[in-house]
Structures are given as C-alpha cells and as structure tokens.
C-alpha cells in the first residue's frame, strides 16, 4: 500500500535550518510530482513546495529563496532543506502524493523559537 513517511521535524531557533525527509513507498515514485505542505494552528494547510519527475521546481512565496525542495528517486525520498527559518514556519509538515486520489504523510512537527 502507499505509504509517506516524514523525518526530521523538531525545535529549531530563529534563523537556523531543518532538513525534512519523506520515504515514499507503495507507488512507482519516480513518475510522480511530489509536494510538501504545511498547517498552522488555526489555519489552512498550504502548499509550500512542488517538484516534478524531471526535477522542476515551484515554492509559495513566503518560502522562495529560503527552502529547497529536491528528490532522489534511487532511495524514493523527497526532501525539504528549509533554511532562514522564522516563527511564522511553525507548523506541521506533510509530504503529499497524488495518485488519482491524495495521500498524505502522518506529519512532523516544525517549531521555530524566536
């Protein structure tokens, strides 16, 4: 079955860096545009960042220049190098497939500390 598994959440000050990862398995990854996005409490969840089987990439504005979204199709993985962090990153990360119908990590928390 489809499966998306994140790491790599945690408690991080103002300014420093997370890497997120997510093992994809269940589905040929390797065809498949991949997303990261993220909810705060009390808002909406939002798309933060996309990439595609080729590799091309797309982020919300709130994020461009800071986060990087990249794959590796050889260990089916998707990652998020977010850098520059600021409390208004807080908020809990999902990697998300769509296969005809989405499917959706269990999520990870980030919280970022001013």
């Known amino acids: 079955q489809v499966q998306l598994v994140e790491s790599g959440g945690g408690l991080v000050q103002a300014g420093g860096s997370l890497r997120l990862s997510c093992a994809a398995s269940?589905?040929?990854?390797?065809?498949?545009?991949m997303h990261w996005h993220r909810q705060a409490p009390g808002k909406q969840r939002e798309l933060v960042a996309t990439?595609?089987?080729?590799?091309?990439?797309n982020y919300a504005g709130s994020v461009k220049g800071r986060f990087t979204i990249s794959r590796d199709n050889a260990k089916n993985t998707v990652s998020l190098q977010m850098n520059s962090l600021k409390p208004e990153d807080t908020a809990v990360y999902y990697c998300?497939?769509?296969?005809?119908?989405?499917?959706w990590g269990q999520g990870t928390q980030v919280t970022v500390s001013s």
């Open positions: 269940g589905f040929i990854f390797n065809i498949r545009t």
């Open positions: 998300h497939a769509n296969l005809g119908r989405a499917f």
């Open positions: 990439i595609t089987s080729d590799g091309t990439t």
